[in-house]
């Protein structure tokens, strides 16, 4: 190969590069004008995590135990941040789908842009928003009294955190890509809510019957749920068992087990789309 066809070869590559990132940064955009341009929408999606920390915070706050002692707020603040991100896939899914019935993707596909970009714009937008739901989360839970650790442990949970809905958005979008509506990805909620609940986020394992406890401790949101409380200074409700024991490593590796999985799926999904 010749130094000329080297240098164009070179110079192709890196405007293929731009271009990707350029169109995926137009799907940002996109998705937070539709933000703005809607503020009934985000003032739900944001509003509803704050009604949640409070609700379940000053309901169950003085009825719970936590098994070997502590204040359930430094056991529930931490499940709560977690289920919010693990809920963010129905919202990830709604506006898929929404997009998908209403001729936007087909737009898209139709376009001179990469084919990739829509699938990563829309998981650049969700997690951009994620960090606005954890903020206001975390500053509701600290005006009701709770105090995490700082510094860089607290840095590491908010890490977890985002990379549990990293990985939780390509099941949306897999998911928006399959239903035929926005009315049946609503419907995801009903297989959300057990999620949630047969897991560490309320109630640890432990004090469930045996065979519920089990499967809650290997859910993959309750390595997320143990290893967040322990980096923010609260480890109350630790397991014996090993995934419990090993929460903080399970916690990087299920959301990459989820990636791998759900990721192609989504993008092959949203290839053998029709134009």
Request: proline residues 5%; contains cysteine.
């Amino acid at each position: 190969m010749s130094t000329i066809e080297v240098t164009e070869s070179t110079e192709a590559t890196h405007g293929r590069a731009y271009w990707v990132l350029a169109d995926v940064w137009n799907i940002v955009r996109r998705g937070l004008t539709h933000y703005q341009r809607q503020p009934v929408n985000i003032a739900w999606q944001l509003g509803f995590p704050i009604l949640s920390v409070l609700l379940y915070g000053y309901v169950f706050g003085s009825a719970m135990q936590v098994p070997g002692g502590g204040d359930y707020k430094d056991f529930l603040m931490p499940g709560m941040f977690v289920m919010t991100m693990a809920f963010g896939f129905i919202n990830t899914a709604t506006l898929v789908v929404y997009d998908a019935t209403k001729g936007v993707i087909d737009r898209f596909r139709s376009m001179p842009m990469a084919s990739s970009a829509v699938v990563a714009g829309r998981g650049v937008t969700d997690l951009l928003v994620a960090c606005a739901e954890l903020a206001i989360m975390m500053l509701t839970a600290i005006a009701m009294g709770w105090r995490p650790d700082g510094g860089l442990r607290f840095l590491a949970a908010f890490g977890l955190l985002l990379w549990l809905r990293f990985a939780l958005i390509w099941i949306g979008v897999w998911l928006g890509l399959i239903v035929p509506n926005p009315e049946a990805a609503g419907g995801l909620f009903a297989v959300a809510f057990p999620l949630t609940m047969i897991s560490s986020i309320f109630v640890a394992p432990q004090l469930m019957p045996d065979w519920l406890g089990a499967v809650a401790s290997w859910n993959p949101i309750s390595s997320t749920a143990a290893a967040t409380r322990d980096l923010f200074g609260t480890p109350v409700g630790g397991g014996d068992t090993w995934v419990e024991q090993h929460a903080l490593l399970m916690a990087y590796v299920w959301p990459v087990i989820l990636t791998a999985i759900f990721l192609p799926l989504a993008v092959r999904r949203f290839q053998k789309l029709s134009r």
